[in-house]
């Protein structure tokens, strides 16, 4: 199964896609979270990707294209895997297809988890990330057990530069103009599906679910 999340930054894609790989045991792939453990170690390419995430602007197509094909040639993606902030363009988007059309392969379903844009401002001003190993909490909607602290490993917990309120205001503006594109790209393919983001996150996997076993 090959899941495309589709959504707003902090319309919660993450949590629903970490949900899904686990219920179908297939791979959650982020490409921030890819861009963001590059930061951490220190590579190269985290060098050149936090000059544009920090300013919430989008990391350069051919950047994101390489580092995406050659994660499909690991073999946990044998059998699918949940997409999660890829792709974010239309060229992005057709590189995919044209990857997956050569190996006679397609996407199933692109999920789009719909939030307004009111609902998003406030639900990014709650979001934390551990210093430590970059899990995200919510200090209302995903509370750790300790405050301040992370269940997983103890670390800090921090608002991450691109979840700063002038970052997301850009964020939201960068997703309106290159990212939103996309739902009239899959609705074309006849595989896009709707869910209301903004209920309670159980009911919205529930949503999910219930589409993917369609
Ligand atoms: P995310 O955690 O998915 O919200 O991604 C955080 C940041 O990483 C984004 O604001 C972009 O700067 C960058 N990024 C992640 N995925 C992509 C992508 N597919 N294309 C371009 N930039 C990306």
Do not use: W
């Not at 861009?35 to 919430?56: H, P, Q």
């Not at 946990?76 to 006679?104: H, M, S, W």
């Not at 996407?107 to 001003?125: F, H, K, T």
């Amino acid at each position: 199964m090959k899941i495309i999340m589709l959504g707003a930054p902090g319309a919660g894609k993450g949590t629903q896609a970490k949900m899904l790989a686990a219920k179908y045991d297939i791979p959650h792939i982020s490409t921030g979270d890819i861009f963001r453990a590059n930061i951490k170690n220190g590579t190269e390419l985290g060098a050149k990707a936090k000059e544009y995430m920090d300013k919430g602007l989008l990391v350069p197509d051919e950047l994101v294209v390489d580092l995406i094909m050659d994660r499909f040639k690991a073999d946990d993606c044998k059998n699918g895997y949940i997409l999660d902030g890829f792709p974010r363009t239309i060229p992005q988007a057709e590189a995919l297809d044209k990857a997956l059309t050569a190996v006679g392969e397609s996407i199933d379903y692109a999920i789009n988890v719909e939030v307004p844009d009111e609902n998003i401002v406030n639900r990014m001003s709650g979001r934390r990330a551990c210093v430590g190993c970059g899990a995200t909490y919510h200090i209302k909607y995903s509370p750790t057990k300790v405050e301040g602290k992370c269940d997983t490993c103890n670390g800090d917990l921090i608002i991450r530069d691109d979840d700063k309120p002038e970052t997301v205001l850009n964020r939201l503006n960068v997703y309106h103009e290159q990212t939103q594109p996309l739902i009239d790209y899959y609705s074309g393919k006849g595989v896009m599906r709707e869910v209301d983001g903004t209920v309670d996150m159980q009911l919205v996997f529930d949503s999910i679910v219930a589409i993917l076993g369609e």
